[in-house]
T-cell receptor, first 112, second 116 residues
Framework: GESVGLHLPTLSVQEGDNSIINCAYS??????FIWYKQESGKGPQFIID?????DKRQGQRVTVLLNKTVKHLSLQIAATQPGDSAVYFC???????????FGTGTRLKVLA | GAVVSQHPSRVICKSGTSVKIECRSL??????MFWYRQFPKKSLMLMAT?????????EQGVEKDKFLINHASLTLSTLTVTSAHPEDSSFYIC????????????FGPGTRLLVL
């Protein structure tokens, strides 16, 4: 399944399928990008990050893609599991400030 | 590693009282700590940036006299909501960044504040 981020804040996928969560970031000068997972009533949990000099980075079951031309970031989750159900936020680091700008978030629902 | 704690996890107080929330980096020294506010089903809104030993920098629209921030050590920052009112009810989350110059912020579990 694929979301368009800002326009479809909820993404439902079948367990075992791959998920793609998208994010459009705002500042072309941002040089560091992070994906966080937030479960209900908890703080954001770091998933994966990528610097602006890269266009792809892989972790365990997750991949982040960065397209600086269109200021787009995506998070791919392979073989989505029920434990992946949460809200996912992208964040961009404003170069030189260490401050983050967070995206609006996408809720991922994993269907059994 | 990179564990951040907050205390209390939830607090209920009467209108007009002040509430203090603590944020601690447990296994690293945090040059900078950040305080965020999050409304239900919304994203995180940065309130202020706190550097150890100096005054906090507040984002536009955030009242510094209302939300007092102290960052007295490299492992502790506090947020005090003064004269709390029901509209201050929210989920407050802190994050911390290490001293190495790395940009990654590690977040605490959040504090749920309910003002009656």
């Amino acid at each position: 399944g694929e979301s368009v981020g800002l326009h479809l804040p909820t993404l439902s996928v079948q367990e075992g399928d791959n998920s793609i969560i998208n994010c459009a970031y705002s500042n072309s000068a941002s040089d560091y990008f992070i994906w966080y997972k937030q479960e209900s009533g908890k703080g954001p949990q770091f998933i994966i990050d990528i610097r602006s000099n890269m266009d792809k980075r892989q972790g365990q079951r997750v991949t982040v893609l960065l397209n600086k031309t269109v200021k787009h970031l995506s998070l791919q989750i392979a073989a989505t599991q029920p434990g992946d159900s949460a809200v996912y936020f992208c964040a961009e680091n404003m170069k030189g400030t260490y401050k983050y700008i967070f995206g609006t978030g996408t809720r991922l629902k994993v269907l059994a | 590693g990179a564990v951040v704690s907050q205390h209390p996890s939830r607090v209920i107080c009467k209108s007009g009282t002040s509430v203090k929330i603590e944020c601690r980096s447990l296994d690293f020294q945090a040059t900078t700590m950040f305080w965020y506010r999050q409304f239900p089903k919304k994203s995180l809104m940065l309130m202020a940036t706190s550097n150890e030993g100096s005054k906090a920098t507040y984002e536009q629209g955030v009242e510094k006299d209302k939300f007092l921030i102290n960052h007295a050590s490299l492992t502790l920052s506090t947020l005090t909501v003064t004269s709390a009112h029901p509209e201050d009810s929210s989920f407050y989350i802190c994050s911390a960044r290490g001293t190495s110059g790395q940009e990654t912020q590690y977040f605490g579990p959040g504090t749920r504040l309910l003002v009656l």
